[in-house]
């Protein structure tokens, strides 16, 4: 009980207003505050952060699924990343200790653990692979189920992937009853920054008639441009999910027809989503 009301004082002493002199910090939502940053740091030095004793900036962002935290003092800039915002706060609250009292901080019992117990240096990159399945309305009649493909770089909130989609075949019909079975294959590449993605692909759309005299096959060339938005959440050192909405805006829009009538053209945008698996390569 006495060591409880010990904590209490010295964290009701501390004065963030004075911290505010010396220190920049910024965070998403959700993240601790800066009172919380700046009390962290006072517990493992023992005594209130000092003043003026040198500028700090300490910059949190969220990655895809992960934490990235920017520290900068007068003995360099250092980038760590982690699982949760607590985790990478308090890695930066025990960096800047160390700046302001070169030596082993002093931690009291009081305060928590970083996840995992230890400070993470992240590697410069990584690399994934990716499978998944979704759907896609409008570029095939109706809504076709697809698979797709990934390598994905990722550097921080940053991502480079090169995909490979399939389109599973639709059937489009006319009322004479001729009908026509298509399907897509694609490749290409996507970027991301934080959540938000611009990419290309191409490839090019089989199509087969049926219920009509001579049913000939026939191939149209495709290319669009991809927008939207992607997800990506850890499930352990190795394994994650992965989720992404885009819309596509095809560059090409062949046109299908069969028995000399128009059977399927596709629109100007369409919209597609997958969900699935990633592997870290390294």
């Not at 940053?158 to 294959?185: C, F, K, M, N, Y």
């Not at 934080?194 to 219920?211: D, H, I, R, S, V």
């Not at 096959?217 to 994650?240: E, R, Y």
Request: aromatic share 10%; proline share 7%; net charge negative.
């Amino acid at each position: 009980m006495l060591r409880g009301a010990a904590i209490f004082v010295f964290a009701f002493a501390f004065e963030p207003a004075a911290v505010a002199r010396s220190l920049s910090f910024s965070a998403p939502l959700g993240c601790p505050s800066e009172a919380d940053f700046a009390l962290a740091v006072a517990t493992s030095l023992g005594e209130p952060m000092p003043a003026s004793d040198q500028p700090i900036r300490v910059q949190i962002e969220a990655g895809t699924g992960r934490f990235v935290v920017r520290v900068v003092t007068l003995d360099g800039e250092r980038t760590l990343d982690g699982d949760t915002c607590q985790a990478v706060a308090d890695a930066a609250a025990l960096i800047v200790a160390l700046a302001i009292q070169p030596g082993e901080p002093r931690v009291l019992e009081s305060q928590p653990e970083t996840a995992g117990g230890a400070v993470y240096e992240p590697p410069f990159a990584r690399l994934r692979a990716r499978v998944s399945g979704g759907a896609d309305t409008g570029d095939l009649p109706g809504l076709a189920a697809g698979f797709q493909l990934a390598l994905a770089l990722e550097l921080a909130f940053q991502r480079a992937e090169i995909l490979a989609t399939h389109l599973v075949g639709r059937r489009a019909e006319l009322p004479s009853g001729a009908a026509g079975d298509l399907e897509l294959w694609t490749v290409g590449g996507r970027g991301c920054a934080w959540f938000w993605c611009l990419g290309l692909e191409a490839g090019f759309m089989p199509g087969q008639g049926t219920n009509v005299g001579q049913e000939k096959p026939g191939t149209a060339w495709w290319a669009a441009g991809t927008a939207g938005l992607q997800g990506a959440w850890k499930l352990s050192d190795l394994l994650g999910i992965h989720a992404s909405l885009e819309v596509i805006f095809p560059l090409t829009r062949p046109m299908f027809t069969v028995a000399g009538a128009n059977l399927f053209r596709p629109p100007a945008a369409s919209a597609r989503a997958f969900f699935g698996l990633e592997y870290a390569i390294w």
